[in-house]
């Protein structure tokens, strides 16, 4: 798949960021492994396909690491990415379309212009002093 970029500090995955002109001669690209608390999958369809209606079964789930999903709605950002020591590991610059799934380690941004961000992740929301720690 083109358009996707994986970093990594040595072997924990910190971040998939699939940007606004990704493409693939395939119809199912799945980015993750299925043992990740979210999946993440960029799927190429042709007009007059469709997805059967469906809804996901109840099941009992424990999460133990918090991702998020983030999609850069409008403007422009620097996204950097932290190793688990806090170390600095990559900087890279997002735009309207970009989507990133942050799965390990830290991260922040600095908003570059005017910037929407829409931002999925696992819930219930604990407050500010339970869900994370600055640095």
Known sequence: MHGVELYRAGDMLLAVLVRATASSDEKYNF???STEPLQLGVNFYKAG???ANHAHLPR???IDKVQEF???SEGRVRLTLYDEQRRQVAQTE???GDVVLLTGGGH???IL???KIVEVKQGPYDGR???KVLF
Do not use: A, N, P, S
């Open 31 to 33: 980015l993750t492994q």
């Open 49 to 51: 396909e469709t997805i």
């Open 60 to 62: 009992e789930i424990r």
């Open 70 to 72: 983030i999609v850069i």
């Open 94 to 96: 997002m735009g309207r």
């Open 108 to 110: 922040g941004f600095e």
């Open 113 to 115: 212009e005017d910037t």
């Open 129 to 131: 002093v339970k869900d």
